[in-house]
């Protein structure tokens, strides 16, 4: 799909939908996490398909129009993959809040993000709460967004991609 060429209500609508059910799987593999504790990471294999599954509704949003929605998917997807790596999670995992329990209320919000109806664009005041109360929550963790990947990762990321897509 290009860019130049809109995408269609119904194919935004069952993109969400898959993100949706993506987001509910996440959630599931990751289990409860408390704010105040070091918590376990997933094991490998889980670890790599929530990475993949956080990477896949952070493209999916990319294809909606702009609006308040589409920008906190696309900030929340964003920061929720820079920060589910290994080295940033342990690194951090003394930190308040922990950083898996950050991902986790990440993935809280998204799955409400996307059950809304298509046709609004802006936050109702709740949800605009919800938003700043979190980006208020990672603003206290380092940000993981600054860190600047190898051209190497980037291939590798993109060769799996396109292997799983």
Not at 45 to 63: E, H, P, R, W
Request: glycine share 2%; with cysteine; hydrophobic share 35%.
């Amino acid at each position: 799909m290009t860019a130049d060429k809109p995408i269609s209500k119904d194919s935004i609508k069952d993109l969400y939908s898959e993100s949706k059910h993506r987001i509910r799987l996440i959630l599931a593999m990751l289990g409860r996490y408390e704010p105040e504790k070091v918590n376990p990471l997933p094991d490998e294999k889980s670890f790599a398909t929530i990475s993949n599954l956080i990477n896949s509704i952070m493209s999916a949003a990319q294809f909606e129009s702009e609006n308040q929605y589409r920008n906190a998917i696309v900030d929340i997807s964003n920061w929720m993959n820079c920060a589910f790596n290994v080295e940033y999670l342990t690194k951090n995992e003394s930190l308040y809040p922990n950083p898996l329990y950050a991902v986790r209320k990440g993935g809280e919000i998204l799955h409400s993000f996307l059950h809304r109806d298509l046709r609004r664009k802006q936050f109702s005041s709740e949800e605009d709460e919800i938003y700043r109360n979190y980006l208020s929550l990672i603003a206290s963790l380092p940000d993981p967004r600054n860190k600047k990947l190898a051209q190497d990762d980037v291939d590798g990321m993109i060769d799996d991609l396109l292997k799983t897509s």
